[in-house]
């Protein structure tokens, strides 16, 4: 991963201009306020089509995008 070294960069995005290799938990820090970009994942084999959601991600409308402050599991 170009940002934090500790995992394979497996997601790219076509959207970000010039090449980045990112790891999951840095593909979504990444995209946070741009959680409509084109991601691809590396499955080994070749790029498939993937998104925020399916590495995560969850979008949080009130707080200033944070997780309710109030709330409970």
């Known amino acids: 991963c170009e940002d934090c070294g500790g ?3 497996l997601i790219r995005c076509l959207s970000c201009s ?11 820090k990444a995209h946070q306020h741009n959680p ?10 070749f790029y498939q089509s993937t998104t925020l959601q399916d590495q995560g991600y969850i ?7 944070c997780p ?5 599991q």
């Open 18 to 28: 010039g090449e980045h290799a990112w790891c999951p938990s840095c593909a979504i």
């Open 7 to 9: 995992e394979e960069g």
């Open 68 to 72: 309710c402050p109030h709330f409970r």
């Open 59 to 65: 979008v949080y409308l009130g707080h200033g995008g």
């Open 36 to 45: 409509f970009h084109n991601l691809q994942l590396w499955n080994g084999k």
